[in-house]
């Protein structure tokens, strides 16, 4: 799973559940001060079996969702990198998904 950041804002273990072209789920293991409706930088670092490599995605905060154990938290993403880079992630991770 790839791991993300937002600096200053989410930092630690945080994994990117899900993504797509237009929006992100990011499961954090505490609880963010992320606020609805701002925009944050997300760094993203892609496992490495993706041969894909870091990149930023600016984003809207959507809402969040506490289960006890974790947190997620879903964007909208505004700006991706310029590039296939993106791309290219998305339609790695819905390959690797759609594997038995």
């Given at each position: 799973?790839?791991?993300?950041?937002?600096?200053?804002?989410?930092?630690?273990?945080?994994?990117?559940?899900?993504i797509?072209?237009?929006?992100?789920?990011?499961?954090?293991t505490?609880a963010?001060?992320?606020?609805?409706?701002?925009?944050?930088?997300?760094?993203?670092?892609?496992?490495?079996?993706?041969r894909?490599?870091n990149?930023?995605?600016?984003?809207?905060?959507?809402?969040?969702?506490n289960d006890g154990?974790?947190t997620?938290?879903g964007f909208?993403?505004?700006?991706?990198?310029?590039?296939?880079?993106f791309?290219?992630?998305?339609?790695y991770?819905a390959?690797?998904?759609?594997?038995?």
């Open positions: 799973m790839s791991q993300v950041r937002i600096p200053g804002v989410l930092e630690g273990e945080n994994l990117l559940k899900d797509s072209i237009t929006g992100c789920c990011v499961e954090c505490v963010p001060d992320i606020q609805a409706g701002i925009k944050y930088q997300l760094e993203v670092e892609p496992e490495s079996a993706s894909i490599g990149f930023r995605l600016q984003v809207e905060s959507l809402w969040m969702r154990y974790s997620e938290a909208f993403i505004i700006a991706s990198p310029k590039g296939r880079q791309q290219n992630y998305v339609d991770l390959y690797r998904n759609s594997q038995p």
